[in-house]
């Protein structure tokens, strides 16, 4: 069992920068797909950028050059550098990781961004 926990979520003007982290309980390695995903109210949940060994990040198109994925294995952590925020990216926002097969999920860090 895997337990993610997500931090750093707030309000924030638009155009301003938040970074998320999330926490692994168990050691996470690189081969295990790991992400971010957010859900707006009334919106299905969606992949903002997910991070996979040998290959490059991939990213919604909307926060593509905004939005920076990285990974820290040894430290089982996985962070979301957000820039240049805008309104359209105001959502619960949620870490996943999937191990043998099975998608694990954070509670969720609510994001806001006002104009």
């Known amino acids: 069992q895997v337990q993610l926990v997500e931090s750093g979520g707030g309000l924030v003007w638009a155009g301003g920068s938040l970074t998320l982290s999330c926490a692994a309980s168990e050691t996470i390695f690189s081969s295990n797909p790991m992400g971010w995903y957010r859900q707006a109210p009334g919106k299905q949940r969606e992949l903002v950028a997910r991070?996979?060994?040998?290959?490059?990040?991939d990213y919604k198109d909307s926060v593509m050059g905004r939005f920076t994925i990285s990974r820290d294995n040894a430290k089982k952590m996985v962070y979301l550098q957000m820039n240049r925020l805008e309104p359209e990216d105001t959502a619960v926002y949620y870490c996943?990781?999937?191990?043998?097969?099975?998608?694990?999920w954070g509670q969720g860090t609510q994001v806001t961004v006002s104009s």
């Open positions: 996943h990781v999937r191990v043998s097969g099975i998608d694990y």
């Open positions: 991070i996979r060994s040998g290959r490059d990040p």
